[in-house]
C-alpha cells in the first residue's frame, strides 16, 4: 500500500467531488467540457513550473511513496495532482455560485486583493534569493495585478479558497510529511523562507492560491463562451 500513498492522495482530493458533480439540480458534469478546456493548459504551466523545480532541485520526491510510473523527472501522480486539485476547487467554486447567494467577501474582495498584492511584492523583495518563495510571490504579484486590472469581482475565488483551507493542511500535510514518517514531497529549505505550518512551507499557500484562481478564471472564461454561442 505504501507505493500508492501519493496515488490515493489524488483519489480521496477527487472522489466527493466527482460523486457530487452529478447533482441533478446544479450538475457540474456537464460543465466537464468547459473545466477540462480550461485545467489542460494551466496543467501544462504547473507541469513546467514543477519539473524545473524538481530538475534544480527546489524540492523532490520520495521513491517509497510513488508507484514507479515517471513522466520525464515527475511521478505520474504529481501529474495527477493538477487535474485532481483543480477539479475539487472548481467544484467548489461551481457549488458555492448555486449554494451562497448572499456572499460575505462581497464588500472586501478588493481590500483582500491589494493587501495579498502588497504582501506578495514585500515577500519578493525581501526573499528574492529564495527561488521558491521569490518566484511565487511575483508570481501572484503579476496575477493578482492582472485580475484587478481586469476589474475581475475575486468573492467567491476567496470563499472558495477559504473553504478548501481545511482539506488543503490535511492532504499537503500528508505529502509533507505529516503522520508519515518522512514526507511524500521535500523540499530544498535553502529556496524557501522556513516557515512552515504543521509541515507545510508557508509558500505552498501562495502556490495553491494561483493555481486555483487560474482554473476558476479559465474555467468562468470558456463556461461563459459556452454560454454566448448556445
Known sequence: MKPYYYLLIDLACISVPFIASFYKK????????????????????FIIWDYWFTATGVWGFNKDYLSGLFIGELPIEEILFFIAIPYACVFTYFALLYLVKNNPLQKIEKYITFILTVVFILVAILFYNKLYTFTTAVLGTVFLSYLSYKKINLS?????????????????????????????????????IGFRIGTIPIEDSFYGLILIFMNIELFRYFNKKKQLSN
Open 26 to 45: 446544479h450538475s457540474f458534469y456537464k460543465k466537464w467540457g468547459s473545466f477540462f478546456k480550461a485545467t489542460i493548459p494551466v496543467a501544462l504551466f
Open 156 to 192: 467567491y475565488h476567496y470563499l472558495t479558497y477559504l473553504l478548501i483551507i481545511p482539506f488543503f493542511l490535511a492532504s499537503n500535510g500528508i505529502l509533507t510529511g505529516s503522520f508519515l514518517e518522512s514526507p511524500i514531497v521535500w523540499y530544498n529549505n535553502t529556496e524557501n
